[in-house]
């Protein structure tokens, strides 16, 4: 039997010849040199990724396996906060207004024998090695491949034997340009009774000329058994994301430096005073755009963009087909969380990033847009205080504490009639089967999926017995989960795609895929990612500049 020395020895050069032979006569770099570049390129991934602190969302769901052999959720659980990716992964978490929110972010199950899922444990999965050794790895060539627009060098990747515990192990892509690596798929070593490393697939995008940095994760474990009596099977999947790497600030000194003074004479002599009416709007404005200021200075709402336009073109249906009038005019935002909520700020409707991911059509979309301009419409304003900015003097993490945008039983219901009445003189008016079947499905899973349909800023779309727009739910079929071609609600993560340095939002674009089976339908449920990667627009002028011949890879 050969030792094991002498089949490492053997990998390796095996490993080397079919480099070679994948290199094309261009390439100046052999794979040991290859590996020597991977290994620079991550320690200065790990420098920079140190000096940042982007907001980090993870969401789990814990799976059962029922007699028929479906896999569905049975519980779910959720962070956000704030990372520091200092000595070691820490998470700044951001605390919910109502009660016990904080105890079971640290310990989600009442069990003592069940696993604590900690926000840390995702973030580390951010960082492939802190300190990363060629010396402590095994490094075995596999192939080259596409991975959107990077063509990358796939590498199997094991820690040598005599190496620390709590290295990865498994398998990365490494982008051939400049040899950062942009995804790894595997886990940890050194699990013990007491410790669990969940297996993991980590993206990473170039947000910025040849900076690639941690976007998506996605963790699963499909029930691990084990003989401790310590153990229980784990069975889950989650998906974590990455965004505000930059968040927009609102800077108003710069905006008074790019002020221009072209005439000091005064155009409009006869100036107006402001009538009470005015002034109260004004002020109610002034509340309404503090707000939107502070959250998105946060990294908790994006920036004005194309999604909002989507948003803005069904309220305008809304509104001129029934001929509201309606000042100042009403906007659309959407909140980068994942939680399924709407609510309104004033006159600006918010809509929530998981909420858009999972409605089946746009007549659902137009049912919820309808009900929050039903509060709009009926004049339930906002809080007025919040135009006193000294309000907003708070840390990031207590902005679930400190604002409060959910309204009374009784506003909700007369915004659920007006959303009737808008509905039925609008252009929706005979497409509500889908919107009804959305909020069935959405009260079927309320008792399970407690975590992504409660909000964390608006108010409860769903309980066990009720949900918001009750006589469209009552008008709509029966749920009928079998059925491939009744599309209920969609998987988390279907319709949204985020750029995770600017937090600005577009539509994904992905190609209409046939079901073929009621079990790839999955409402409400997190699958994995497989974005389209692509270099930065600065990057993409960078080669473009650079002679062939000069490239090291080509």
Request: aromatic share 10%.
């Amino acid at each position: 039997m050969r030792s094991f020395r002498n089949i490492v020895c053997l990998l390796l050069v095996s490993t080397t010849a079919a480099f070679a032979a994948e290199a094309k006569a261009g390439a100046s770099l052999s794979f040991d040199q290859t590996i020597d570049q991977v290994v620079e390129r991550e320690h200065s991934f790990v420098a920079r990724l140190k000096t940042l602190h982007p907001l980090s969302e993870t969401y789990i769901q814990n799976l059962h396996e029922d007699g028929d052999h479906n896999i569905l959720p049975v519980s779910d659980q959720y962070f956000l906060g704030r990372l520091d990716l200092g000595d070691r992964p820490k998470d700044a978490s951001f605390k919910k207004q109502r009660t016990k929110f904080t105890h079971h972010l640290f310990n989600p199950f009442s069990s003592a024998f069940t696993y604590k899922y900690l926000p840390q444990g995702f973030a580390q999965m951010a960082i492939l090695d802190a300190n990363m050794q060629k010396n402590n790895y095994h490094f075995n060539f596999v192939r080259r491949e596409f991975l959107g627009e990077a063509r990358c060098i796939v590498i199997d990747v094991q820690p040598k034997e005599k190496a620390p515990k709590g290295l990865f192990i498994g398998r990365i892509w490494v982008e051939d340009r400049n040899f950062n690596i942009v995804r790894f798929n595997g886990t940890y070593t050194g699990n013990s009774h007491y410790a669990y490393y969940l297996h993991f697939d980590s993206w990473r995008f170039n947000l910025q000329p040849d900076v690639w940095l941690p976007s998506y994760i996605y963790s699963e474990e499909s029930g691990t058994k084990q003989s401790s009596a310590l153990y229980h099977d784990l069975f889950l999947k989650a998906q974590t994301r990455m965004w505000a790497y930059d968040p927009e600030q609102l800077s108003h000194d710069q905006e008074f430096t790019q002020i221009k003074i072209d005439n000091t004479v005064d155009e409009h002599p006869t100036a107006k005073d402001t009538a009470p009416v005015e002034a109260q709007r004004m002020w109610e404005r002034s509340a309404e755009d503090n707000a939107i200021d502070r959250l998105q200075q946060i990294g908790l709402l994006a920036p004005p963009g194309n999604v909002d336009k989507i948003l803005q073109t069904v309220v305008n249906n809304l509104i001129i087909t029934n001929k509201l009038e309606i000042e100042p005019e009403v906007r659309c935002r959407v909140l980068l969380t994942a939680p399924i909520e709407s609510f309104t700020i004033g006159h600006t409707i918010v809509v929530s990033r998981g909420l858009l991911d999972v409605l089946p059509d746009e007549s659902s979309l137009a049912m919820m847009l309808a009900h929050e301009l039903s509060h709009i419409a009926l004049g339930h304003h906002i809080d007025t205080s919040l135009a006193f900015n000294d309000r907003f003097f708070f840390t990031d993490t207590d902005a679930f504490q400190k604002l409060h945008f959910d309204r009374p039983a009784a506003d909700e219901q007369a915004a659920d009639s007006k959303a009737m009445e808008l509905l039925a003189n609008s252009p929706y008016k005979d497409k509500l089967v889908n919107a009804g079947l959305f909020l069935k499905a959405l009260q079927k899973d309320a008792p399970v999926l407690t975590n992504l349909i409660s909000p964390r800023l608006g108010s409860k779309m769903a309980t066990t017995d009720t949900t918001v727009m009750s006589s469209v739910f009552s008008a709509a079929p029966a749920l009928q989960e079998q059925r491939v071609d009744q599309i209920a609600a969609l998987p988390v993560g279907s319709r949204i795609k985020q750029d995770p340095w600017s937090n600005q939002l577009s539509m994904m674009n992905a190609n209409p895929v046939a079901l073929v089976s009621a079990k790839e339908k999955m409402p409400f449920e997190v699958t994995p990612f497989f974005p389209y990667l692509s270099y930065s627009q600065d990057d993409k002028k960078l080669v473009a500049e650079v002679p062939a011949g000069d490239q090291a890879t080509k």
